[in-house]
């Protein structure tokens, strides 16, 4: 069977997608529930994800659900929780055995696909409250999570910095939420996040594979074209989750210090989005590989910084540069950077950097085939950003960039937003 991709809408709120490839020995099937990115309910939902993915009614103790797993291959049950544009996207996934492998052909999928039905549909949940000692344990892991968060330097820069580059905009808000609204959080909340969810989400499940354990999908699918025909789904009939962040008037730059052994620099550039083949090419001539320009001259020629590098946030057509900097190199590395962009921008790059950065863009595409998680992921983000391209197609479309192309979208990014998370003495005074 030759690879193959199609996608259903049977209901409304309701995308399933078949992924289809006779070499895959795995299946994996992906539930994603979309809902508004708030502040008000984001911990509350990645929290209650979080329990389905460990505990269900038939299976109420995380050792139990684990041992289940194990009698199923080594089946992987797991949680989805992060942020797609403006749009939280949490849900269950899980990845099992083909049943070509299985001793004398027993049916795993179709086990596997019925216990992700049971932790999505059957949650250990008793008298209105999940079981109390399991939520007790996960909000203490949740309050640990955010206090391992705190202390990440990194994580906390990152945090800070797409906070100020989307402030005013849903993807600015964190998913683990505050410490002080983790500590004040009830199994009453998690229960209604849970209501809410199944309610109101828009739903998209992926099945990937080798497309012969159909009995599995088919009871995963069945399972979710009632609930979607039974509820009153007022929500959008999603076709992207694409939300372009507006450019501020004027940079904004934010400086903070906190204890640490070297600065951290994060720098977002916004663009119009115009065409995103050109813009992944520039960024990553930019920054996006071990040749790119600020790897090259800005970490290994003037070694103003410990690392360097450049990414797309495709959904809100951002571009986000982050680096380590050398103590007393923050402003001559922001000042490098922008100093790079402007040369990507006058076209000061060879025909090899093109076409090796090109070449290294559409390597990593191939890849995406061999994997069935991969290739899972790859079509959500297609989703998510509004076509149904495969891996070979984005590569074809990227073989076909050109030099012109690329300094146009290079003169697309402007900068919007600089942060500094300073090195800061034990007595409270900023290292010089």
Not at 73 to 83: D, F, P
Not at 152 to 159: E, G, T
Request: aromatic share 8%.
């Amino acid at each position: 069977m030759a690879f193959e991709m199609s996608e259903e809408r049977l209901e409304k709120g309701l995308l399933i997608t078949h992924i289809k490839d006779d070499k895959f020995s795995t299946e994996s099937i992906v539930v994603r529930f979309l809902l508004e990115l708030n502040e008000q309910t984001a911990q509350s939902f990645t929290a209650m994800i979080s329990m389905l993915a460990e505990t269900n009614a038939k299976y109420p103790d995380k050792a139990l659900l684990a041992r289940r797993q194990a009698q199923l291959y080594g089946a992987s049950l797991s949680s989805i929780s992060y942020r797609m544009g403006d749009t939280l996207d949490v849900g269950l996934s899980v990845y099992g055995i083909d049943d070509r492998c299985t001793i004398d052909g027993e049916g795993v999928t179709k086990d596997c696909a019925q216990l992700l039905l049971d932790c999505i549909f059957e949650p250990d949940i008793k008298n209105g409250n999940f079981n109390e000692s399991v939520f007790e344990s996960k909000k203490r892991e949740l309050i640990d999570r955010i206090k391992s968060s705190a202390d990440n330097r990194q994580a906390y820069a990152a945090r800070r910095a797409r906070e100020l580059a989307f402030v005013g905009e849903p993807a600015a808000v964190s998913l683990l939420g505050t410490l002080e609204n983790a500590q004040a959080l009830t199994n009453e909340q998690l229960v209604e996040s849970y209501q809410k969810m199944l309610d109101e989400a828009f739903i998209s499940i992926t099945f990937c594979g080798s497309g012969r354990n159909t009995e599995a999908q088919q009871l995963v699918a069945e399972r979710f074209v009632k609930l979607a025909g039974q509820r009153d789904f007022k929500g959008k009939d999603l076709n992207s989750l694409a939300a372009p962040s507006a450019h501020k008037d004027k940079p904004v730059t934010v400086t903070e210090s906190i204890e640490q052994a070297q600065s951290k620099l994060f720098m977002y550039y916004k663009t119009k989005g115009e065409n995103l083949a050109a813009e992944q090419v520039a960024c990553a001539l930019f920054g996006g590989t071990p040749f790119s320009k600020l790897f090259t001259n800005v970490r290994e020629k003037l070694s103003l910084c410990y690392y360097c590098q450049s990414a797309m946030v495709e959904a809100k057509s951002a571009m986000a540069v982050a680096s380590g900097v050398a103590q007393g190199n923050e402003k001559k590395a922001a000042d490098e950077i922008v100093c790079q962009l402007e040369e990507l921008k006058k076209g000061n790059f060879t025909d090899s950097d093109l076409e090796n950065t090109k070449r290294s863009i559409i390597d990593s595409y191939r890849t995406i085939y061999d994997a069935v998680d991969e290739l899972s992921s790859w079509y959500f983000t297609r989703f998510a950003l509004g076509d149904t391209l495969s891996p070979n197609d984005m590569a074809d479309i990227i073989s076909g960039v050109t030099r012109e192309q690329v300094v146009e979208a290079a003169n697309g990014f402007e900068l919007d937003t600089v942060f500094t998370l300073l090195p800061l003495e034990k007595d409270g005074e900023i290292n010089e």
